[in-house]
């Protein structure tokens, strides 16, 4: 099981180098998020607050350039947004 969690982590790690590479920021973000949750489960709460941090910057800058506010609240009503912005307010990982 540790083998596969590590193998998994591996390859979020490379997704998220491929989608900063290209410039996706709408891929990048998520893969901080699962990469958060990784590490979280890992008990490596310092590295998860990191990435939920960097997640949430990338989707700061994404909702920022929504003009529609129709689209925006779409967007923000994500149940991996609504859930990375609860992360993030609880106390379960605080900086």
């Known amino acids: 099981e540790l083998?596969?969690?590590q193998a998994a982590q591996e390859i979020l790690l490379e997704a998220a180098q491929a989608a900063q590479d290209i410039g996706s920021r709408?891929?990048?973000w998520q893969i901080n998020y699962y990469l958060g949750e990784f590490e979280r489960q890992?008990?490596?709460l310092d590295?998860?607050?990191g990435y939920f941090y960097e997640a949430q910057e990338?989707?700061?800058y994404i909702v920022g350039t929504i003009d529609q506010?129709?689209?925006k609240n779409l967007?923000?009503?994500r149940s991996d947004v609504k859930n990375l912005h609860e992360i993030i307010?609880?106390?379960s990982v605080s900086k």
């Open 3 to 5: 083998e596969e969690f």
């Open 26 to 28: 709408r891929m990048l």
């Open 42 to 44: 890992q008990g490596n």
């Open 47 to 49: 590295k998860a607050i």
């Open 58 to 60: 990338i989707i700061s």
């Open 69 to 71: 506010p129709e689209m």
């Open 75 to 77: 967007f923000l009503a």
């Open 89 to 91: 307010e609880s106390n």
